[in-house]
């Protein structure tokens, strides 16, 4: 069978990476550059080392910071209005998933017609035909892998919904991660899990391949091993650059794998508490993962080895049960709650969630054993209670 594989067309990572930006921006014939970032990150100079360098090279730039955690459809749309009115030649986007989803999104949109609504995976009616200003992602989380998809996430009223098309790749990816020590516990916690998630997510997905198995496993070691104390001493070097090549390759990974129960679970969360995506992936890691357990023991064997641990004396069965424990355990361990009453969500919230996680179908799909609504309602249940259950 062959496989599809789809990278960005550049990517620099390593520490000091940011050092490229000028000699990448240079090729492209560019004068006037929207930089897209959000305040706090404006606020803290962090936006000054894309700025100063380019405006000292001779570019015109502009800062644009009207980007919050998990954007609204508004804010897109505000967005994309300006950059259709104001004639920029290239966007960069620098911050988190939020600030870099809207800077492809802007890249693409502002020439094309019609609101970014209409855009949406979901329920839009248009389609995405031309690839849009040249764009540079730069993260300053390692968490979302944004600079290496070809997705931007929108919150909805009740739910998530994306934009998604290969234009919306970015040109150039620079992920540095000298840019992320200034990321606080709760926010290197919640990031990292997400990273996680979308690792462990790609190595059970139906549409996993030998490539994107490779990139998961990896990203699986790197952060299992670093998160921890990325989240205690945020001036660890090592555990700051082990953490942005686990979220890169995860990015990768689940680029071309998907992701599936967690994320499907995750987006109502988001999208009806305004809980930080890595915590809703957080909350529900452990809980799909124990459910589906019997539908993917030997990949979850791998991954209780990718942990670090070491299945050798265990049946394949019982090192998938304790896989299931120990991603609960590093849940707990960076500090996130591990049930949903932990984020005061009452247990009459678990309809709604389970209704609008059901219209998750390109995410469902993915997952190797499938999830009907009663699995689903059953699963945020077990959040709710902090139990894992199985499927029976
Ligand atoms: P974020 O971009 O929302 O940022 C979270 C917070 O961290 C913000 O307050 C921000 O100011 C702060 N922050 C960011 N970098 C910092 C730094 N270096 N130092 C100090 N503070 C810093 O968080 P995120 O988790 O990276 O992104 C979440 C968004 O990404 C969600 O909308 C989610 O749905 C989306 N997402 C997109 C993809 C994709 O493939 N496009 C994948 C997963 C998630």
């Known amino acids: 069978m062959s496989e599809k594989i789809t990278f960005a067309p550049i990517s620099y990572t390593g520490w000091g990476s940011l050092s490229h930006l000028l000699d990448e921006v240079a090729r492209f014939d560019a004068k006037k550059i929207l930089v897209i970032t959000d305040p706090f990150l404006k606020d803290i100079g962090l936006t000054n080392k894309i700025v100063d360098p380019l405006e000292s090279a001779g570019y015109q730039t502009e800062i644009y910071t009207d980007v919050v955690p998990e954007p609204p459809l508004a804010i897109g749309e505000k967005l994309v209005a300006y950059t259709r009115d104001n004639q920029f030649d290239m966007v960069i986007g620098l911050g988190g998933g ?12 502002a020439v094309h017609e019609g609101k970014v609504e209409e855009y949406l995976n979901l329920t839009g009616t248009k389609q995405i035909s031309k690839k849009g200003l040249p764009k540079i992602l730069i993260p300053t989380t390692s968490g979302t892998g944004s600079e290496v998809t070809n997705i931007s996430v929108l919150s ?3 739910t998530k919904d994306v934009v998604t098309h290969d234009y919306l790749l970015a040109d150039v990816a620079i992920v540095d991660p000298a ?3 200034s990321l606080p516990p709760k ?10 998630t979308h690792a462990v997510e790609s190595y059970i997905s139906k549409n996993a391949s030998t490539v994107t198995d490779a990139l998961a496993l990896q990203a699986i070691r790197l952060i299992s091993n670093a998160i921890r104390t990325a989240v205690s001493n945020g001036e660890d070097k090592q555990a700051r650059i082990d953490m942005s090549y686990g979220s890169y390759l995860a990015g990768l990974a689940f680029f071309n794998a998907g992701v599936a129960g967690v994320h499907a679970l995750a987006y109502p969360i988001g999208g009806q508490f305004h809980i930080a995506h890595g915590d809703s992936n957080a909350v529900l890691l452990p809980y799909v993962m124990g459910y589906i ?5 030997k990949r979850m064997k791998d991954i209780y080895d990718a942990m670090g641990f070491s299945s050798t004396n265990l049946s394949q069965e019982e090192a ?14 960076v500090n996130i709650p591990s049930s949903l009453k932990g984020f005061n969500i009452t247990e009459d919230a678990l309809e709604s969630l389970t209704k609008d996680a059901v219209e998750q179908k390109r995410l469902l799909a993915r997952s190797p054993m499938p999830l009907l609504k009663e699995d689903i309602y059953a699963i945020y249940k077990a959040s709710f209670d902090g139990k894992i259950v199985e499927k029976q």
Do not use: N
Request: proline share 0%; net charge negative.
């Open 156 to 158: 909805l009223e009740t």
């Open 293 to 297: 357990r019997q539908s993917c023991e």
């Open 98 to 109: 939020s600030a870099l989803d809207l800077t492809k999104l802007a890249a693409v949109l």
């Open 187 to 196: 926010v290197t916690a919640a990031t990292g899990i997400d990273a996680l």
């Open 179 to 181: 840019l992320t020590v």
């Open 320 to 333: 998938s049960y304790r896989c299931v424990a120990e991603l609960k355990r590093l849940v707990e361990d």
